[in-house]
Protein backbone atom coordinates (compact mmCIF):
# COMPACT_ATOMS: atom_id res chain seq x y z
CA UNK A 1 0.00 0.00 0.00
CA UNK A 2 1.21 3.69 -0.29
CA UNK A 3 2.96 5.93 1.91
CA UNK A 4 -0.04 7.95 3.80
CA UNK A 5 -0.01 11.57 1.94
CA UNK A 6 0.83 14.24 3.96
CA UNK A 7 -2.27 15.86 5.66
CA UNK A 8 -3.93 12.44 6.52
CA UNK A 9 -4.94 12.27 10.22
CA UNK A 10 -4.87 9.15 12.52
CA UNK A 11 -7.37 8.29 14.54
CA UNK A 12 -6.57 7.15 17.86
CA UNK A 13 -9.05 4.27 18.34
CA UNK A 14 -10.19 3.44 15.09
CA UNK A 15 -12.57 0.79 15.69
CA UNK A 16 -14.16 2.25 18.75
CA UNK A 17 -14.77 5.58 16.57
CA UNK A 18 -16.42 3.50 13.31
CA UNK A 19 -18.36 2.07 15.95
CA UNK A 20 -19.54 4.98 17.14
CA UNK A 21 -20.58 6.03 13.91
CA UNK A 22 -22.55 3.63 12.98
CA UNK A 23 -25.03 4.37 15.89
CA UNK A 24 -26.23 7.44 13.53
CA UNK A 25 -27.21 5.05 11.20
CA UNK A 26 -30.20 3.23 13.25
CA UNK A 27 -32.73 4.42 10.71
CA UNK A 28 -30.95 3.92 7.76
CA UNK A 29 -30.06 -0.33 8.40
CA UNK A 30 -32.00 -1.66 5.34
CA UNK A 31 -31.07 1.08 2.92
CA UNK A 32 -27.63 -0.38 4.35
CA UNK A 33 -28.37 -3.92 3.53
CA UNK A 34 -29.65 -2.95 0.35
CA UNK A 35 -26.26 -1.02 -0.77
CA UNK A 36 -24.60 -3.74 0.54
CA UNK A 37 -25.93 -5.83 -2.22
CA UNK A 38 -25.82 -3.18 -4.90
CA UNK A 39 -22.29 -2.98 -4.14
CA UNK A 40 -21.36 -6.82 -4.60
CA UNK A 41 -23.86 -6.91 -7.74
CA UNK A 42 -21.65 -4.24 -9.22
CA UNK A 43 -18.62 -5.13 -8.54
CA UNK A 44 -19.29 -8.74 -9.13
CA UNK A 45 -20.85 -7.14 -12.46
CA UNK A 46 -17.52 -6.54 -13.63
CA UNK A 47 -15.64 -9.49 -12.46
CA UNK A 48 -18.23 -11.36 -14.15
CA UNK A 49 -18.42 -9.36 -17.58
CA UNK A 50 -15.10 -9.93 -18.05
CA UNK A 51 -14.83 -13.47 -17.38
CA UNK A 52 -17.53 -14.05 -20.22
CA UNK A 53 -14.63 -13.15 -22.85
CA UNK A 54 -13.46 -16.63 -22.11
CA UNK A 55 -16.66 -19.01 -22.98
CA UNK A 56 -17.56 -16.17 -26.15
CA UNK A 57 -13.96 -16.70 -27.35
CA UNK A 58 -13.10 -19.85 -27.08
CA UNK A 59 -16.96 -21.50 -27.84
CA UNK A 60 -17.87 -18.68 -30.37
CA UNK A 61 -15.38 -16.55 -31.89
CA UNK A 62 -12.68 -19.54 -32.53
CA UNK A 63 -15.02 -22.01 -34.30
CA UNK A 64 -16.04 -19.48 -36.26
CA UNK A 65 -13.10 -18.60 -37.43
CA UNK A 66 -12.76 -19.73 -41.52
CA UNK A 67 -16.32 -21.43 -40.97
CA UNK A 68 -18.52 -21.30 -44.29
CA UNK A 69 -21.54 -20.72 -42.76
CA UNK A 70 -21.05 -18.87 -39.37
CA UNK A 71 -24.17 -18.98 -37.09
CA UNK A 72 -24.00 -15.89 -35.06
CA UNK A 73 -26.99 -16.61 -33.00
CA UNK A 74 -25.60 -18.44 -30.39
CA UNK A 75 -22.96 -15.14 -30.20
CA UNK A 76 -26.05 -12.75 -30.37
CA UNK A 77 -27.59 -14.12 -27.20
CA UNK A 78 -24.71 -14.55 -25.01
CA UNK A 79 -23.41 -10.54 -25.96
CA UNK A 80 -27.23 -9.86 -24.70
CA UNK A 81 -26.44 -11.79 -21.52
CA UNK A 82 -23.13 -9.88 -21.02
CA UNK A 83 -25.13 -6.49 -22.35
CA UNK A 84 -27.56 -7.21 -19.16
CA UNK A 85 -25.16 -8.05 -16.71
CA UNK A 86 -23.20 -4.51 -17.21
CA UNK A 87 -26.81 -2.81 -17.01
CA UNK A 88 -27.25 -4.30 -14.09
CA UNK A 89 -23.58 -3.12 -12.72
CA UNK A 90 -23.98 -0.01 -13.88
CA UNK A 91 -27.69 0.51 -12.70
CA UNK A 92 -26.77 -1.04 -9.37
CA UNK A 93 -23.82 1.85 -8.85
CA UNK A 94 -26.30 4.43 -9.62
CA UNK A 95 -28.96 3.37 -7.12
CA UNK A 96 -26.20 2.63 -4.22
CA UNK A 97 -24.90 5.87 -4.71
CA UNK A 98 -28.03 7.65 -4.91
CA UNK A 99 -29.01 5.71 -1.07
CA UNK A 100 -25.69 7.13 0.18
CA UNK A 101 -25.95 10.07 -0.48
CA UNK A 102 -29.31 10.19 1.50
CA UNK A 103 -27.75 7.95 4.56
CA UNK A 104 -25.10 9.92 5.00
CA UNK A 105 -26.68 13.39 4.47
CA UNK A 106 -29.38 11.97 6.93
CA UNK A 107 -26.56 10.90 9.50
CA UNK A 108 -24.56 13.72 9.47
CA UNK A 109 -27.65 15.90 9.80
CA UNK A 110 -28.44 14.22 13.04
CA UNK A 111 -25.18 14.56 14.17
CA UNK A 112 -25.02 18.09 13.43
CA UNK A 113 -27.78 18.90 15.27
CA UNK A 114 -26.70 16.72 18.29
CA UNK A 115 -23.61 18.99 18.17
CA UNK A 116 -25.23 22.00 17.89
CA UNK A 117 -27.38 20.93 20.84
CA UNK A 118 -24.90 19.81 23.25
CA UNK A 119 -22.80 23.04 22.13
CA UNK A 120 -25.55 24.75 23.45
CA UNK A 121 -25.31 23.56 27.05
CA UNK A 122 -21.43 23.38 27.26
CA UNK A 123 -20.06 26.13 29.85
CA UNK A 124 -18.19 29.22 28.89
CA UNK A 125 -14.94 27.63 30.18
CA UNK A 126 -15.10 25.14 27.02
CA UNK A 127 -15.16 28.20 24.54
CA UNK A 128 -12.61 30.33 26.78
CA UNK A 129 -10.37 27.68 26.43
CA UNK A 130 -10.62 26.97 22.44
CA UNK A 131 -10.11 29.00 19.66
CA UNK A 132 -13.53 30.00 17.43
CA UNK A 133 -11.48 28.59 14.32
CA UNK A 134 -11.05 25.00 16.31
CA UNK A 135 -14.60 24.83 17.24
CA UNK A 136 -15.62 25.72 13.79
CA UNK A 137 -13.55 23.29 11.73
CA UNK A 138 -15.59 20.29 13.72
CA UNK A 139 -18.52 21.60 11.88
CA UNK A 140 -16.78 22.56 8.39
CA UNK A 141 -13.86 20.49 7.90
CA UNK A 142 -14.56 16.97 10.17
CA UNK A 143 -18.26 16.87 8.86
CA UNK A 144 -16.97 17.43 5.63
CA UNK A 145 -14.62 14.81 5.68
CA UNK A 146 -16.99 12.19 7.35
CA UNK A 147 -19.35 13.54 4.21
CA UNK A 148 -16.90 12.19 1.84
CA UNK A 149 -16.14 8.94 4.07
CA UNK A 150 -20.07 7.79 4.29
CA UNK A 151 -21.15 9.02 0.82
CA UNK A 152 -17.98 8.05 -1.27
CA UNK A 153 -15.28 6.18 0.21
CA UNK A 154 -17.10 3.46 2.68
CA UNK A 155 -19.07 2.04 -0.93
CA UNK A 156 -15.81 2.83 -3.19
CA UNK A 157 -13.80 0.57 -0.14
CA UNK A 158 -16.09 -2.17 -0.33
CA UNK A 159 -16.48 -2.28 -4.07
CA UNK A 160 -13.14 -2.37 -4.80
CA UNK A 161 -12.20 -4.88 -2.47
CA UNK A 162 -14.97 -7.33 -3.76
CA UNK A 163 -13.20 -5.93 -7.16
CA UNK A 164 -9.84 -7.19 -5.69
CA UNK A 165 -10.84 -10.13 -4.81
CA UNK A 166 -13.05 -11.33 -7.26
CA UNK A 167 -10.34 -10.35 -10.09
CA UNK A 168 -7.83 -12.37 -7.94
CA UNK A 169 -9.89 -15.28 -7.73
CA UNK A 170 -10.30 -15.43 -11.22
CA UNK A 171 -6.98 -15.19 -12.48
CA UNK A 172 -6.16 -18.15 -10.42
CA UNK A 173 -9.24 -20.05 -11.97
CA UNK A 174 -7.80 -18.81 -15.61
CA UNK A 175 -3.82 -19.32 -14.91
CA UNK A 176 -1.60 -19.88 -11.99
CA UNK A 177 1.75 -19.04 -13.43
CA UNK A 178 0.28 -15.52 -14.99
CA UNK A 179 -0.96 -14.90 -11.33
CA UNK A 180 1.80 -15.35 -10.30
CA UNK A 181 3.45 -13.44 -12.05
CA UNK A 182 1.21 -9.94 -11.37
CA UNK A 183 1.86 -10.99 -7.87
CA UNK A 184 5.70 -10.28 -8.55
CA UNK A 185 4.62 -7.24 -10.54
CA UNK A 186 2.56 -5.62 -7.48
CA UNK A 187 5.49 -6.17 -5.47
CA UNK A 188 7.14 -4.06 -7.58
CA UNK A 189 5.23 -1.49 -8.35
CA UNK A 190 4.51 -0.79 -4.67
CA UNK A 191 8.07 -1.17 -4.01
CA UNK A 192 8.65 2.38 -6.30
CA UNK A 193 5.86 3.49 -5.11
CA UNK A 194 6.99 3.11 -1.62
CA UNK A 195 10.40 4.95 -2.54
CA UNK A 196 8.94 7.76 -4.41
CA UNK A 197 5.64 8.56 -2.31
CA UNK A 198 8.57 8.52 0.99
CA UNK A 199 10.22 11.41 -0.86
CA UNK A 200 7.02 12.93 -1.93
CA UNK A 201 5.28 13.03 1.51
CA UNK A 202 8.78 14.81 3.18
CA UNK A 203 8.52 17.59 0.64
CA UNK A 204 4.93 17.76 0.61
CA UNK A 205 5.43 18.59 4.70
CA UNK A 206 7.44 21.39 3.39
CA UNK A 207 5.07 22.66 1.14
CA UNK A 208 2.50 22.86 3.67
CA UNK A 209 5.18 24.79 6.22
CA UNK A 210 5.44 27.15 3.65
CA UNK A 211 2.06 27.55 2.69
CA UNK A 212 0.87 27.94 6.57
CA UNK A 213 4.04 30.88 6.40
CA UNK A 214 3.03 32.36 3.34
CA UNK A 215 -1.09 32.83 4.19
CA UNK A 216 0.03 33.76 7.73
CA UNK A 217 2.39 37.04 6.33
CA UNK A 218 -0.43 37.51 3.94
CA UNK A 219 -2.92 37.88 6.36
CA UNK A 220 -0.96 39.86 8.17
CA UNK A 221 0.10 42.05 5.95
CA UNK A 222 -3.49 42.32 4.65
CA UNK A 223 -4.52 43.32 8.25
CA UNK A 224 -1.99 45.91 9.00
CA UNK A 225 -1.95 47.41 5.42
CA UNK A 226 -2.45 51.09 7.00
CA UNK A 227 0.36 50.48 9.47
CA UNK A 228 2.58 49.55 6.12
CA UNK A 229 1.79 52.65 4.38
CA UNK A 230 2.22 54.32 7.51
CA UNK A 231 5.31 53.78 8.13
CA UNK A 232 6.23 53.41 4.32
CA UNK A 233 7.04 49.48 4.47
CA UNK A 234 5.70 48.06 1.00
CA UNK A 235 9.46 47.40 -0.53
CA UNK A 236 10.75 45.87 3.00
CA UNK A 237 6.99 43.72 2.77
CA UNK A 238 7.40 43.02 -0.45
CA UNK A 239 11.64 41.56 -0.02
CA UNK A 240 10.34 39.27 2.87
CA UNK A 241 7.04 38.29 0.78
CA UNK A 242 9.52 37.22 -2.28
CA UNK A 243 11.57 35.50 0.25
CA UNK A 244 9.05 33.26 1.55
CA UNK A 245 6.91 32.71 -2.02
CA UNK A 246 10.56 31.61 -3.08
CA UNK A 247 10.37 28.93 -0.18
CA UNK A 248 7.22 28.08 -0.96
CA UNK A 249 8.03 27.89 -4.73
CA UNK A 250 10.65 25.19 -4.25
CA UNK A 251 9.28 23.01 -1.62
CA UNK A 252 6.40 23.14 -4.00
CA UNK A 253 8.84 22.16 -7.17
CA UNK A 254 10.03 19.18 -5.56
CA UNK A 255 7.02 18.16 -3.94
CA UNK A 256 5.17 18.42 -7.42
CA UNK A 257 8.38 17.18 -9.14
CA UNK A 258 7.95 13.71 -6.99
CA UNK A 259 4.52 13.56 -7.26
CA UNK A 260 4.12 13.78 -10.69
CA UNK A 261 6.43 11.21 -11.85
CA UNK A 262 4.72 8.85 -9.24
CA UNK A 263 1.41 7.65 -12.11
CA UNK A 264 3.69 7.73 -15.27
CA UNK A 265 5.83 5.22 -13.67
CA UNK A 266 3.22 3.00 -12.48
CA UNK A 267 1.58 3.47 -15.71
CA UNK A 268 4.98 2.63 -17.56
CA UNK A 269 5.20 -0.28 -15.20
CA UNK A 270 1.73 -1.77 -15.88
CA UNK A 271 2.55 -1.26 -19.36
CA UNK A 272 5.72 -3.39 -18.81
CA UNK A 273 3.38 -5.88 -16.80
CA UNK A 274 0.88 -6.55 -19.67
CA UNK A 275 3.45 -6.52 -22.40
CA UNK A 276 4.98 -9.22 -20.37
CA UNK A 277 1.45 -10.84 -19.67
CA UNK A 278 0.72 -10.31 -23.23
CA UNK A 279 4.44 -11.89 -24.36
CA UNK A 280 4.48 -15.40 -21.65
CA UNK A 281 0.58 -16.01 -22.05
CA UNK A 282 0.58 -15.60 -26.04
CA UNK A 283 3.80 -18.58 -25.62
CA UNK A 284 1.95 -20.55 -23.20
CA UNK A 285 -1.53 -20.28 -25.83
CA UNK A 286 0.57 -21.32 -28.59
CA UNK A 287 2.27 -24.18 -27.06
CA UNK A 288 -1.37 -25.39 -25.59
CA UNK A 289 -2.68 -25.72 -29.37
CA UNK A 290 0.34 -28.26 -29.49
CA UNK A 291 -0.39 -30.32 -26.20
CA UNK A 292 -1.69 -30.71 -22.71
CA UNK A 293 0.71 -28.33 -20.63
CA UNK A 294 -1.60 -29.24 -17.16
CA UNK A 295 -1.44 -25.91 -15.05
CA UNK A 296 -0.05 -24.03 -17.87
CA UNK A 297 -2.31 -25.06 -20.40
CA UNK A 298 -4.14 -21.79 -21.25
CA UNK A 299 -6.43 -20.86 -24.14
CA UNK A 300 -7.19 -18.01 -26.42
CA UNK A 301 -10.37 -16.98 -24.39
CA UNK A 302 -8.55 -17.14 -20.99
CA UNK A 303 -5.55 -14.79 -22.17
CA UNK A 304 -8.12 -12.60 -23.64
CA UNK A 305 -10.22 -12.60 -20.62
CA UNK A 306 -6.86 -12.33 -18.54
CA UNK A 307 -4.90 -9.68 -20.03
CA UNK A 308 -8.29 -7.60 -19.19
CA UNK A 309 -8.24 -8.14 -15.56
CA UNK A 310 -4.23 -7.22 -15.83
CA UNK A 311 -5.26 -3.95 -17.11
CA UNK A 312 -8.12 -3.83 -14.12
CA UNK A 313 -6.18 -5.38 -11.26
CA UNK A 314 -3.89 -2.27 -10.26
CA UNK A 315 -7.14 -0.16 -10.22
CA UNK A 316 -9.39 -1.08 -7.66
CA UNK A 317 -5.83 -1.98 -5.50
CA UNK A 318 -4.88 2.03 -5.98
CA UNK A 319 -8.67 3.12 -5.18
CA UNK A 320 -8.27 1.11 -2.07
CA UNK A 321 -5.34 2.62 -0.85
CA UNK A 322 -6.76 6.24 -1.19
CA UNK A 323 -9.70 5.57 0.27
CA UNK A 324 -8.47 4.04 3.17
CA UNK A 325 -6.51 7.03 3.60
CA UNK A 326 -9.56 9.05 3.57
CA UNK A 327 -11.44 7.16 5.62
CA UNK A 328 -8.17 7.31 8.15
CA UNK A 329 -8.68 11.24 7.95
CA UNK A 330 -12.68 11.31 8.54
CA UNK A 331 -12.22 8.85 11.58
CA UNK A 332 -9.85 11.55 13.08
CA UNK A 333 -12.21 13.93 12.67
CA UNK A 334 -14.76 12.15 13.87
CA UNK A 335 -13.02 11.57 16.83
CA UNK A 336 -12.38 15.42 17.03
CA UNK A 337 -16.78 15.62 16.77
CA UNK A 338 -17.16 13.03 19.62
CA UNK A 339 -14.50 14.91 21.77
CA UNK A 340 -16.71 17.69 21.67
CA UNK A 341 -19.62 15.66 22.63
CA UNK A 342 -18.30 13.90 25.19
CA UNK A 343 -17.60 17.21 26.81
CA UNK A 344 -19.34 17.57 30.43
CA UNK A 345 -22.21 19.68 29.85
CA UNK A 346 -22.86 22.91 31.94
CA UNK A 347 -24.17 21.74 35.63
CA UNK A 348 -26.76 22.89 36.78
CA UNK A 349 -28.17 21.89 39.95
CA UNK A 350 -30.52 24.65 40.69
CA UNK A 351 -33.87 24.96 41.82
CA UNK A 352 -34.80 28.47 42.63
CA UNK A 353 -36.81 29.93 39.21
CA UNK A 354 -37.45 33.06 38.46
CA UNK A 355 -41.06 34.26 37.92
CA UNK A 356 -43.33 36.96 37.11
CA UNK A 357 -45.15 38.45 40.21
CA UNK A 358 -48.00 40.32 41.83
CA UNK A 359 -48.30 41.75 45.16
CA UNK A 360 -51.60 42.14 46.97
CA UNK A 361 -52.13 45.03 48.84
CA UNK A 362 -51.49 43.03 52.15
CA UNK A 363 -47.77 42.77 50.70
CA UNK A 364 -47.98 39.04 49.86
CA UNK A 365 -46.21 38.01 46.56
CA UNK A 366 -48.08 35.88 44.57
CA UNK A 367 -47.21 33.96 40.98
CA UNK A 368 -48.52 36.03 37.92
CA UNK A 369 -49.04 34.46 34.31
CA UNK A 370 -47.73 37.45 32.42
CA UNK A 371 -45.08 40.41 32.55
CA UNK A 372 -46.26 42.78 35.54
CA UNK A 373 -42.98 44.18 35.69
CA UNK A 374 -41.97 42.55 38.89
CA UNK A 375 -40.19 39.43 39.44
CA UNK A 376 -39.98 37.13 42.15
CA UNK A 377 -37.77 34.03 43.22
CA UNK A 378 -39.74 31.10 43.40
CA UNK A 379 -38.18 28.98 46.23
CA UNK A 380 -39.71 25.35 46.47
CA UNK A 381 -38.70 23.95 49.63
CA UNK A 382 -38.38 20.50 51.04
CA UNK A 383 -41.92 19.86 52.76
CA UNK A 384 -43.41 20.64 49.54
CA UNK A 385 -43.84 24.68 50.21
CA UNK A 386 -43.19 27.63 48.60
CA UNK A 387 -41.99 31.28 49.11
CA UNK A 388 -41.56 34.07 46.86
CA UNK A 389 -39.31 36.91 47.58
CA UNK A 390 -39.20 39.89 45.14
CA UNK A 391 -36.31 40.48 43.25
CA UNK A 392 -34.87 43.69 44.29
CA UNK A 393 -31.17 43.05 42.78
CA UNK A 394 -29.10 42.98 46.25
CA UNK A 395 -25.82 41.03 45.39
CA UNK A 396 -23.29 40.67 47.97
CA UNK A 397 -19.58 38.67 47.44
CA UNK A 398 -18.35 37.12 51.37
CA UNK A 399 -14.55 35.79 50.99
CA UNK A 400 -14.67 34.43 47.42
CA UNK A 401 -11.78 32.95 46.18
CA UNK A 402 -11.29 31.97 42.37
CA UNK A 403 -9.14 31.00 39.86
CA UNK A 404 -9.36 29.93 35.75
CA UNK A 405 -6.62 27.44 36.97
CA UNK A 406 -6.30 25.64 40.45
CA UNK A 407 -2.56 26.61 40.38
CA UNK A 408 -3.51 30.29 39.44
CA UNK A 409 -5.89 32.65 42.16
CA UNK A 410 -7.65 35.32 40.33
CA UNK A 411 -9.75 36.28 43.04
CA UNK A 412 -8.07 36.19 46.45
CA UNK A 413 -10.97 36.93 49.71
CA UNK A 414 -13.41 39.50 47.66
CA UNK A 415 -16.29 40.44 49.85
CA UNK A 416 -18.68 43.34 48.86
CA UNK A 417 -22.29 43.88 48.61
CA UNK A 418 -24.44 45.88 46.68
CA UNK A 419 -27.71 47.16 47.76
CA UNK A 420 -30.89 47.50 45.00
CA UNK A 421 -30.59 50.41 43.46
CA UNK A 422 -26.55 50.57 43.26
CA UNK A 423 -23.83 51.52 40.84
CA UNK A 424 -20.90 49.67 42.05
CA UNK A 425 -17.87 50.37 39.33
CA UNK A 426 -15.01 48.34 39.47
CA UNK A 427 -11.25 50.34 38.75
CA UNK A 428 -8.13 48.17 38.11
CA UNK A 429 -5.23 46.73 35.65
CA UNK A 430 -5.80 44.66 33.22
CA UNK A 431 -5.85 40.82 34.83
CA UNK A 432 -7.21 42.70 38.45
CA UNK A 433 -10.09 40.40 38.21
CA UNK A 434 -12.93 43.01 37.27
CA UNK A 435 -14.50 40.91 34.62
CA UNK A 436 -13.97 37.48 36.64
CA UNK A 437 -16.10 39.32 38.73
CA UNK A 438 -19.19 39.69 36.61
CA UNK A 439 -18.93 36.23 35.22
CA UNK A 440 -19.17 34.52 38.68
CA UNK A 441 -22.77 36.81 39.09
CA UNK A 442 -23.71 35.28 35.71
CA UNK A 443 -22.30 31.56 37.21
CA UNK A 444 -20.70 31.35 34.01
CA UNK A 445 -18.20 30.01 36.40
CA UNK A 446 -18.75 28.69 39.68
CA UNK A 447 -16.59 29.55 42.88
CA UNK A 448 -14.80 27.00 44.78
CA UNK A 449 -14.75 29.16 48.30
CA UNK A 450 -16.74 31.35 49.82
CA UNK A 451 -20.03 32.90 48.84
CA UNK A 452 -22.10 35.14 46.47
CA UNK A 453 -25.86 35.66 47.23
CA UNK A 454 -28.67 37.00 45.39
CA UNK A 455 -31.31 39.05 47.20
CA UNK A 456 -30.08 36.84 50.24
CA UNK A 457 -30.49 33.39 47.95
CA UNK A 458 -27.13 31.52 47.44
CA UNK A 459 -26.50 31.86 43.59
CA UNK A 460 -26.03 27.92 43.62
CA UNK A 461 -29.13 27.15 44.36
CA UNK A 462 -30.74 29.11 41.27
CA UNK A 463 -31.44 27.72 38.00
CA UNK A 464 -28.49 29.10 35.52
CA UNK A 465 -31.17 30.34 32.69
CA UNK A 466 -33.09 31.96 35.25
CA UNK A 467 -30.20 33.79 36.75
CA UNK A 468 -29.05 35.02 33.93
CA UNK A 469 -32.65 36.28 32.83
CA UNK A 470 -32.60 38.45 35.76
CA UNK A 471 -28.77 40.05 34.67
CA UNK A 472 -28.45 42.44 31.58
CA UNK A 473 -24.81 42.91 30.25
CA UNK A 474 -23.28 44.80 27.65
CA UNK A 475 -19.85 43.80 26.79
CA UNK A 476 -16.97 45.40 25.30
CA UNK A 477 -16.97 43.26 22.72
CA UNK A 478 -20.09 43.63 20.67
CA UNK A 479 -21.69 40.75 18.68
CA UNK A 480 -24.57 41.50 16.45
CA UNK A 481 -26.57 38.52 14.34
CA UNK A 482 -27.54 38.81 10.88
CA UNK A 483 -30.87 40.20 10.90
CA UNK A 484 -32.42 43.10 11.05
CA UNK A 485 -31.68 45.85 13.45
CA UNK A 486 -35.20 45.44 15.03
CA UNK A 487 -34.45 41.69 15.42
CA UNK A 488 -31.07 42.28 16.80
CA UNK A 489 -32.32 44.69 19.89
CA UNK A 490 -34.96 42.03 20.35
CA UNK A 491 -32.35 39.35 21.07
CA UNK A 492 -32.61 41.16 24.50
CA UNK A 493 -36.48 40.00 24.74
CA UNK A 494 -38.14 37.88 22.39
CA UNK A 495 -41.42 38.98 23.15
CA UNK A 496 -40.70 42.44 23.06
CA UNK A 497 -43.19 44.75 20.73
CA UNK A 498 -41.77 46.65 18.20
CA UNK A 499 -42.76 49.66 20.36
CA UNK A 500 -40.78 48.36 23.43
CA UNK A 501 -38.13 47.80 21.03
CA UNK A 502 -37.64 51.30 19.34
CA UNK A 503 -38.26 52.89 23.34
CA UNK A 504 -35.65 51.24 24.35
CA UNK A 505 -33.62 52.47 21.27
CA UNK A 506 -34.75 55.49 22.33
CA UNK A 507 -33.16 54.90 25.99
CA UNK A 508 -29.86 54.62 24.33
CA UNK A 509 -30.12 57.43 21.79
CA UNK A 510 -29.50 55.03 19.26
CA UNK A 511 -32.56 56.19 17.36
CA UNK A 512 -31.34 59.00 15.88
CA UNK A 513 -28.96 57.23 13.97
CA UNK A 514 -31.13 53.82 13.25
CA UNK A 515 -33.75 56.10 11.43
CA UNK A 516 -31.30 57.34 9.19
CA UNK A 517 -29.82 53.83 7.81
CA UNK A 518 -31.29 52.78 4.34
CA UNK A 519 -34.12 50.79 5.60
CA UNK A 520 -34.24 52.21 9.25
CA UNK A 521 -35.03 49.38 11.97
CA UNK A 522 -35.36 47.05 8.87
CA UNK A 523 -32.21 47.43 7.81
CA UNK A 524 -30.46 44.40 7.61
CA UNK A 525 -27.09 43.24 9.19
CA UNK A 526 -24.13 40.90 8.45
CA UNK A 527 -20.62 40.00 9.44
CA UNK A 528 -20.94 40.93 12.46
CA UNK A 529 -23.02 44.22 12.04
CA UNK A 530 -19.86 45.41 9.66
CA UNK A 531 -21.66 48.05 8.20
CA UNK A 532 -22.16 49.47 10.90
CA UNK A 533 -19.17 51.42 12.92
CA UNK A 534 -18.00 50.09 16.07
CA UNK A 535 -19.76 53.30 18.64
CA UNK A 536 -23.03 52.13 16.80
CA UNK A 537 -22.92 48.72 17.61
CA UNK A 538 -21.84 49.07 20.83
CA UNK A 539 -25.28 51.80 21.17
CA UNK A 540 -27.53 48.86 20.14
CA UNK A 541 -25.69 46.38 22.56
CA UNK A 542 -26.71 48.63 25.42
CA UNK A 543 -30.72 49.23 22.93
CA UNK A 544 -31.02 45.26 24.00
CA UNK A 545 -29.98 45.28 27.65
CA UNK A 546 -33.04 48.38 28.10
CA UNK A 547 -35.20 46.40 26.20
CA UNK A 548 -34.60 43.32 28.46
CA UNK A 549 -35.68 45.69 31.09
CA UNK A 550 -33.74 43.45 33.75
CA UNK A 551 -33.06 44.42 37.59
CA UNK A 552 -29.15 44.20 37.01
CA UNK A 553 -27.10 45.80 34.90
CA UNK A 554 -23.41 44.50 34.19
CA UNK A 555 -21.78 46.87 31.75
CA UNK A 556 -18.06 45.98 30.80
CA UNK A 557 -16.64 48.81 28.98
CA UNK A 558 -20.06 49.40 27.66
CA UNK A 559 -19.07 53.08 25.99
CA UNK A 560 -15.31 51.68 25.43
CA UNK A 561 -15.73 52.52 21.76
CA UNK A 562 -17.70 55.69 21.49
CA UNK A 563 -16.15 58.89 21.26
CA UNK A 564 -16.59 61.09 23.77
CA UNK A 565 -19.12 63.09 22.34
CA UNK A 566 -21.30 60.45 21.90
CA UNK A 567 -21.01 59.22 25.42
CA UNK A 568 -22.59 62.61 26.06
CA UNK A 569 -25.20 61.71 24.42
CA UNK A 570 -26.19 59.08 25.91
CA UNK A 571 -25.13 59.23 29.01
CA UNK A 572 -28.59 60.38 30.18
CA UNK A 573 -30.29 57.79 28.25
CA UNK A 574 -27.67 55.46 30.28
CA UNK A 575 -28.91 57.12 33.55
CA UNK A 576 -32.15 56.37 32.96
CA UNK A 577 -31.69 52.65 31.85
CA UNK A 578 -29.57 52.13 35.25
CA UNK A 579 -32.66 54.08 37.34
CA UNK A 580 -34.08 51.73 39.77
CA UNK A 581 -31.46 48.61 38.94
CA UNK A 582 -28.19 47.56 40.27
CA UNK A 583 -25.58 48.23 38.37
CA UNK A 584 -22.03 47.07 37.87
CA UNK A 585 -19.80 49.29 35.92
CA UNK A 586 -16.35 48.25 34.51
CA UNK A 587 -14.45 51.38 33.16
CA UNK A 588 -10.97 52.73 31.93
CA UNK A 589 -12.54 56.24 32.06
CA UNK A 590 -12.63 57.28 35.35
CA UNK A 591 -15.98 59.92 34.03
CA UNK A 592 -17.98 57.74 33.85
CA UNK A 593 -17.75 56.14 37.44
CA UNK A 594 -17.26 59.14 39.22
CA UNK A 595 -21.34 58.72 40.66
CA UNK A 596 -21.04 55.61 41.94
CA UNK A 597 -22.14 54.36 44.43
CA UNK A 598 -19.24 52.38 45.87
CA UNK A 599 -15.73 52.29 43.95
CA UNK A 600 -13.87 49.55 43.80
CA UNK A 601 -10.17 49.79 43.01
CA UNK A 602 -8.55 45.88 42.69
CA UNK A 603 -5.30 45.01 42.19
CA UNK A 604 -3.60 41.27 41.91
CA UNK A 605 -7.00 39.95 42.84
CA UNK A 606 -8.15 41.79 46.06
CA UNK A 607 -9.86 44.86 46.63
CA UNK A 608 -7.31 47.47 47.90
CA UNK A 609 -9.58 50.81 47.80
CA UNK A 610 -13.68 51.07 48.29
CA UNK A 611 -15.54 54.23 48.77
CA UNK A 612 -17.37 57.17 46.55
CA UNK A 613 -15.60 59.22 44.44
CA UNK A 614 -15.19 62.04 46.94
CA UNK A 615 -13.93 59.43 49.92
CA UNK A 616 -11.75 57.93 47.45
CA UNK A 617 -9.99 60.85 46.54
CA UNK A 618 -9.57 62.20 50.30
CA UNK A 619 -7.20 59.36 50.95
CA UNK A 620 -5.03 59.97 47.97
CA UNK A 621 -4.49 56.49 47.26
CA UNK A 622 -4.46 54.41 43.70
CA UNK A 623 -7.69 56.09 43.01
CA UNK A 624 -6.41 59.37 43.61
CA UNK A 625 -3.12 58.78 41.54
CA UNK A 626 -5.70 57.44 38.54
CA UNK A 627 -7.76 60.45 38.80
CA UNK A 628 -5.30 62.91 38.85
CA UNK A 629 -2.65 61.13 36.39
CA UNK A 630 -0.21 60.07 38.47
CA UNK A 631 -0.65 56.56 37.47
CA UNK A 632 -2.14 55.17 34.30
CA UNK A 633 -4.14 51.80 33.41
CA UNK A 634 -1.98 49.42 31.75
Known amino acids: MPPMPKGIRKPKDAKKTFFRILRYFGDYKWQLILVCLLVIISAGAGVVGTYFLKPIIDAYIVPMIGAQNPDFSGLFSVLVSLALIYLAGALSTYLYNRIMITVSTGSLYKMRMEMFSHMQKLPIRYFDTRTHGEIMSRYTNDIDAMRNMLSQSVPQLISSSITVVGVFSMMLILSIPLTVLVVVMMVTIFGVIKVVGKHSANNFRAQQKAIGAVNGYIEEMIEGQRVVKVFCHETESKEQFSHLNDSLCGAATRANTFANILMPIMNNLSYIHYALTAIIGGALTIYSLKQDMGIFTLGLGALVAFLQYTRTFAQPITQVSQQFNVILNALAGAERIFALLDEEPEVDDGYVTLVYATVDADGTVQEADHRTGLWAWKHPHQDGSLTYTLVRGAVEFEDVE ?3 EPE ?33 INRFYDVPDGKIRYDGININKIKKADLRRSLSMVLQDTHLFTGTVMENIRYGRLDATDEEVIAAAKLANADWFIRHLPQGYDTMLTGDGSNLSQGQRQLLAIARAAVADPPVLILDEATSSIDTRTEALIEKGMDRLMEGRTVFVIAHRLSTVHNSHAIMVLEQGQIIERGNHEELLAKQGKYYQLYTGMFELS
Open 402 to 404: FGY
Open 408 to 440: KVVLNGISLYAKPGQKIAFVGSTGAGKTTITNL
